[in-house]
C-alpha cells in the first residue's frame, strides 16, 4: 500500500465533550507501531454503550474521544513484529484483547485478558495512548478501537482474522452486540435443550440473547419489553412468549412464576439497569435458576435478598458473552455464512458516517435495532 508508513489524513467522528454531538472532523492517523495494525474501517454499528459513554457515564477524562467499537474492516499496513496480519486481511476489532499469555487467557473460563485497555481504564473507557491528531490535539482511542474513523491503530492481539467471504456491512455486528447476547445464553448461562428462559431487554443484544437460547435448545422463550413494538422483532429470533411489564398490576417475575410453576430456569438482564438486575433473579426458580447480567452499567449497586441465592439461584455476569476474542469472533463469522446464526435481521437503518448523530438520535428514542454505518468505501 502506497501509505505504509506514512501518516493518514481521513474522516472521524470526534466526540469533543460529553453530552454534545460528535464532530467529523479531519484527523491524522499515525502509522502502527511494534506490535500494531493499521486498519481501514469499511463498516461501523451504533451500539449503546458509545451512547453511553456520550451522555450517562461522563467522564470528562475520556475526551475527546473517537468512539466506536462495532466494526469491520481491512488491513491497511502492519507494524514490525506483526506477522499474523497482512495488508488487505478482512478483519474485525476487539475491544477485548486476547494476549494467549496471561493467567486469564490461559484459564478456558475467563476471557478478560490482562493486556487491553480495560485492565486499568475501564472506567474511562478510553486509553491514554493514541495515534489520532485533531486540529493539534491528541484525540482519545475509545476502548482501544475507535471504529468512527476512516482509519484506526489497534494492537494486533485486539484483531481477528475472519474469512475473506465475509460481507464487512454484516459481520461488523459481531464486534460486540450480537456475540455478547448470543455468547450470554449459550457460554455464561449454558441453556439447556427443553429448558425455558426469559430475556429483559429487546435492543440488539436482547435480541442476540433470544437467539442464543433458541440456538441452545430452549422450549420456552419470554421475551420481556416495556416497548411492545419490539415483539414482532422477538419472534424473528425465536421468542415464544411475549411479557410487557406495564400490563400487570403485580411484578414481572411474579407474572413469570405463574406463567412456569415456579419460574423460569434461565433469566437474561440486557438492558444495564440495577432494578431489572434484580427482577431478572427474582424471575428464576429456586433450586437450579440461573440469572446473567449482560446489560453494562457502573453507575449503581445491585441488589438483592440473600435468600434468593440461598434458595439455590446462581447469579453471573457475562462480558462479551464469555467468547475468548480473537478465538470466538471467526467461529461467530462462520456460524452466519453457515446460516446458523442471523445477523441481517438486526439491521434496520443503514446510513453514512457523516449521520452518525442521526443514528445516535434514532437509537436514544428507541427507534432502531442496529444502524450500520458506512465508513469508508470498500
Known amino acids: 500500500m502506497a501509505s505504509a508508513g506514512k501518516v493518514i489524513t481521513c474522516k472521524a467522528a470526534v466526540a469533543w465533550e460529553p453530552n454534545q454531538p460528535m464532530v467529523i472532523e479531519d484527523i491524522e492517523v499515525a502509522p502502527p507501531q ?3 495494525v493499521r486498519i481501514k474501517i469499511v463498516a461501523s454499528a451504533v451500539c449503546h454503550t458509545d451512547l453511553y459513554h456520550l451522555f450517562e457515564g461522563m467522564h470528562e ?12 474492516g481491512v488491513i491497511e499496513s502492519v507494524g514490525s513484529g506483526v506477522t499474523e496480519f497482512q495488508p488487505g486481511d478482512k478483519v474485525i476489532p476487539l475491544f477485548i484483547a486476547q494476549c494467549r499469555e496471561c493467567r486469564f487467557c490461559k484459564n478456558p473460563n475467563s476471557n478478560q485478558c490482562e493486556k487491553g485497555w480495560a485492565a486499568d481504564r475501564y472506567d474511562v473507557m478510553s ?5 489520532f491528531t485533531c486540529k493539534g490535539k491528541k484525540v482519545l482511542q475509545f476502548m482501544g478501537t475507535s471504529t468512527f474513523s476512516q482509519y484506526t491503530v489497534m494492537n494486533q492481539m ?5 474469512d475473506p467471504a465475509a460481507p464487512l456491512d454484516k459481520v461488523c455486528l459481531l464486534g460486540c452486540g450480537v456475540c455478547t447476547g448470543f455468547g450470554a445464553a449459550v457460554n455464561t448461562a449454558k441453556v439447556e435443550p427443553g429448558s425455558t428462559c426469559a430475556v429483559f431487554g429487546l435492543g440488539a443484544v436482547g435480541l442476540a440473547a433470544v437467539m442464543g437460547c433458541k440456538f441452545a435448545g430452549a422450549k420456552r422463550i419470554f421475551a420481556v419489553d416495556t416497548n411492545p413494538d ?6 424473528v429470533f425465536g421468542a415464544t412468549d411475549f411479557l410487557n411489564p406495564k400490563d400487570h398490576a403485580k411484578p414481572v417475575s411474579a407474572v413469570l412464576a405463574e406463567l412456569t410453576g415456579g419460574g423460569v430456569d434461565y433469566a437474561l438482564e440486557c438492558v444495564g439497569n440495577v432494578g431489572v438486575m434484580r427482577s431478572a433473579l427474582e424471575s428464576c426458580v429456586k433450586g437450579w435458576g440461573v440469572s446473567v447480567l449482560v446489560g453494562w452499567t457502573d453507575m449503581h449497586d445491585v441488589a438483592a435478598r440473600p435468600i434468593q441465592l440461598i434458595a ?3 447469579w453471573k455476569g457475562s462480558l462479551f458473552g464469555g467468547f475468548k476474542s480473537k478465538d470466538g469472533v ?11 446464526v442471523k445477523l441481517d435481521e438486526f439491521i434496520t437503518h443503514t446510513m453514512t458516517l457523516a449521520q452518525v448523530n442521526d443514528a445516535v438520535d434514532l437509537m436514544k428514542k428507541g427507534k432502531c435495532i442496529r444502524t450500520v454505518l458506512s465508513v469508508s468505501p470498500q
Open 34 to 36: 511494534a506490535n500494531e
Open 61 to 72: 477524562d475520556g475526551f475527546p474521544a473517537v468512539l466506536g467499537h462495532e466494526a469491520a
Open 127 to 131: 486509553t491514554e495512548d493514541s495515534r
Open 158 to 162: 485486539c484483531v481477528a482474522k475472519i
Open 230 to 235: 419490539k415483539f414482532e422483532k422477538a419472534k
Open 312 to 314: 439455590g439461584r446462581t
Open 330 to 340: 471467526p467461529e461467530m463469522v462462520k456460524a452466519y455464512l453457515d446460516k446458523k
